[in-house]
């Protein structure tokens, strides 16, 4: 009987081992996690996405008002700046613009048109393309959609005060040098 139990006690000291060594190695684990940050509000690209984030949020209950989506808005607000001056938008450059995929693109000009907002027209050269214009309800709806999304802007942003325009600076530097280096 001692003899079985004496086997019995290795036996539980071996389980007990197993487990502790498990235990250490998790916990192990969790110190050498491969983040470079204690908290994830210490790491600048969860905080561009948390702010992305919040800022479409409210853009986009902004603009519920008018039956928008913040891309719809993109869209519209895209092709009244590049047709601004009497310059011809297409669905290409309009994508260019706003860096949204074709397919998306397209979509949300389809959108548009149904509201009433743009109107597509065949290009003059390029008859694939298709010219894209506002229509004058959606000039209107334009600068409406606009008042609203700056005053969301301000909303968000104004607590920034004197340094705000030092962080709109920051961001177009890293804007631009992203875009230079793909």
Same mark, same amino acid.
């Given at each position: ?7 019995? !006690? ?6 007990? +081992?197993?487990? =502790?060594?498990?235990? +250490? ?6 110190? =050498? ?36 989506? @913040? ?28 860096? !949204?995929?074709?397919?998306?693109? =397209?979509?949300?000009?389809?959108? !548009? ?9 065949? @290009? ?31 909303? !968000?942003?104004?607590?920034?005060? +004197? ?20």
């Amino acid at each position: 009987m001692n003899f079985l139990r004496h086997i019995l !006690l290795i036996e539980e000291e071996a389980v007990a +081992k197993k487990n =502790s060594t498990k235990k +250490k190695s998790a916990k192990q684990h969790l110190k =050498s996690h491969p983040f470079s940050f204690q908290n994830p509000e210490e790491s600048i690209g969860f905080l561009c996405w948390q702010m992305t984030m919040l800022w479409q949020r409210r853009v986009n209950t902004a603009l519920q008002e008018m039956g928008l989506v @913040h891309t719809e808005f993109v869209v519209l607000a895209a092709t009244g700046w590049l047709t601004r001056d009497g310059a011809i938008a297409t669905q290409t450059t309009i994508a260019n613009h706003t860096q !949204l995929d074709k397919m998306m693109t =397209s979509k949300t000009l389809r959108s !548009l048109e149904k509201q009433g907002w743009i109107q597509r027209t065949e @290009h003059q050269i390029d008859t694939r393309a298709k010219v894209v214009t506002l229509t004058s309800s959606g000039e209107i709806a334009l600068q409406k959609a606009l008042h609203i999304v700056e005053a969301r802007d301000n909303a !968000l942003f104004d607590i920034l005060g +004197k340094q705000r325009e030092n962080f709109a600076h920051q961001l177009r530097t890293i804007w631009h040098e992203g875009v230079k280096n793909g």
